[in-house]
């Protein structure tokens, strides 16, 4: 199975909202609701951002939203802050055979 | 507040088997909601899913790995682990333990705990 289909790179100026997309397949992001968002500091383990194409953990921002269209699932960050600028990366759960697929990540600067 | 803790030489020889072992505390491992899964990230590079355990002892692998991993689990210890064998430079990355959630009450199938990763070196 290949990766999901991330931009390598998006930016935005602080104050502006900034799409990330994340193009599967049938067999993935299009079968199921279950597509999740990673954000990577530096040094850092990712951490959850979203759940289930739209949903938040505890703790995270309502600036960070998620949606789904057929094979494409994205996440939007609004007003963007400095410390957003980090690596974004999508994953879909893909079957009881592999049950996750990581998408190749999004470096997201913040000008 | 549940925490994940990767342990493990950091310096594997080619051709040799790589072994990680993650400690979970704070939580325990045999929770029918959860698997529990091995990540890695080469330098520079994206996350790549390795595979998961389930407390039964249940595995699911990245079929572009499947040939060389083995996971295993050990309820007493609340521990899990990972053997990759016939390491090349290739697998040099840092690798990451992490709780998938597979039950309806949690984020279902997504990663909401993770270690802080270790960092493996392949060389002779």
């Known amino acids: 199975q290949s990766a999901l289909t991330q931009p390598a790179s998006v930016s935005g100026s602080p104050g502006q909202s900034i799409t990330i997309s994340c193009t599967g397949t049938n067999s993935d992001v299009g079968s199921y609701n279950l597509v999740s968002w990673y954000q990577q500091h530096p040094g850092k383990a990712p951490q959850l951002m979203i759940y289930?194409?739209?949903k938040r953990p505890s703790g995270i921002s309502n600036r960070f939203s998620g949606s789904k269209s057929g094979n494409t699932a994205s996440l939007t960050i609004s007003g963007l802050q400095a410390e957003d600028e980090a690596d974004y990366y999508c994953c879909s759960y893909a079957g009881s055979s592999t049950h996750v697929l990581f998408g190749g990540g999004t470096k997201l600067t913040v000008l | 507040q549940l925490q994940l803790q990767e342990s493990g030489p950091g310096l594997v020889r080619p051709s040799e088997t790589l072994s990680l072992t993650c400690t979970v505390s704070g939580g325990f491992i045999s929770s029918r909601d959860f698997y529990w899964g091995w990540i890695r990230q080469p330098p520079e590079k994206g996350l790549d899913w390795i595979g998961s355990i389930y407390h039964t002892g249940s595995t699911t692998y990245n079929p572009s790995l499947k040939s060389r991993v083995t996971m295993s689990v050990d309820t007493s210890k609340n521990q899990f682990s990972l053997r990759l064998s016939s390491v090349t430079a290739a697998d040099m990355a840092v690798y990451y333990c992490a709780r998938l959630g597979s039950g309806s009450n949690v984020p279902w199938w997504s990663l909401d705990v993770w270690g802080k990763g270790t960092t493996v070196t392949v060389s002779s």
């Open positions: 289930e194409v739209n």
